[in-house]
């Protein structure tokens, strides 16, 4: 069974320019997260899809972050304009009702 | 809101054993518990439900207290793969998201 894919796995933008991330889940895990994980510290929660609607974005900051999640399968969570605290390494992950989640590898962007 | 986890870090030598705790203070509805290793993702160990039921790992084993609102991970006769970071992770009710906490550094020497 293949893992949860993301793309890129490393990114060096500049601040201000925008950058964009992919994520494949695992086929028949209807719920997707990004999180992000600053170095040190566990992952915080972004974003939580069930199949392609977003039901808990509280904690995404509007101004310059947005994802989507089309036809219920893969997503894209994009950044624009990119700021420094933005450096962190994005996670996506994938589970199915009642089990543990499975990460992908992770995109680590640095914002210089 | 955040689980606390302790300790921080805890060095041991093969073959010893080892308990990270995890708490918080809102009512849970599930507890799970992760390692990653430096560069790598989290990988899932075991889920605690409320009501008793666990899944997870066949060498590494949990307790989950819902009147305390704790959970403790245990890790025997520890190997050298078992060094990495030890997340906790909480469900409040039945939202499905996980708040994870800060990590517990675990370092087996051999």
């Known amino acids: 069974e293949a893992g949860v894919v993301q793309s890129p796995r490393y990114k060096i933008i500049e601040k201000k320019q925008p950058v964009a991330f992919w994520c494949n889940p695992i086929?028949?895990?209807?719920?997707l997260y990004w999180y992000r994980q600053n170095l040190g510290q566990g992952p915080e929660l972004l974003i939580r899809?069930?199949?392609?609607?977003?039901?808990?974005d509280s904690q995404l900051p509007k101004d310059r972050f947005s994802a989507e999640r089309l036809k219920g399968v893969d997503s894209t969570l994009k950044i624009q304009p990119a700021e420094l605290g933005d450096s962190a390494v994005y996670l996506c992950?994938?589970?199915?009702?009642?089990?543990?989640?499975?990460f992908g590898s992770g995109t680590r962007l640095t914002v210089v | 809101q955040q689980p606390v986890q302790s300790p921080q870090a805890v060095i041991l030598r093969e073959g010893e054993d080892a308990v990270i705790n995890c708490s918080s203070s809102?009512?849970?509805?599930?507890v799970h518990w992760y390692r990653q290793k430096h560069g790598e993702a989290p990988v899932f160990l075991m889920i605690?439900?409320?009501?008793?039921e666990q899944k997870g790992h066949d060498k590494i084993s949990a307790s989950f207290n819902e009147k305390k609102q704790q959970s403790s991970l245990y890790l025997t006769a520890s190997q050298l793969s078992y060094s990495g970071t030890y997340f906790c992770g909480t469900e409040k009710g039945s939202a499905r998201q996980l708040t994870f906490g800060s990590g517990t550094q675990l370092t087996v020497l051999p």
């Open positions: 605690l439900l409320k009501g008793g």
């Open positions: 086929s028949g895990h209807n719920t």
């Open positions: 899809y069930e199949n392609e609607e977003a039901v808990d």
């Open positions: 992950a994938s589970s199915y009702t009642g089990y543990g989640y499975t």
């Open positions: 809102k009512a849970l509805y599930s």
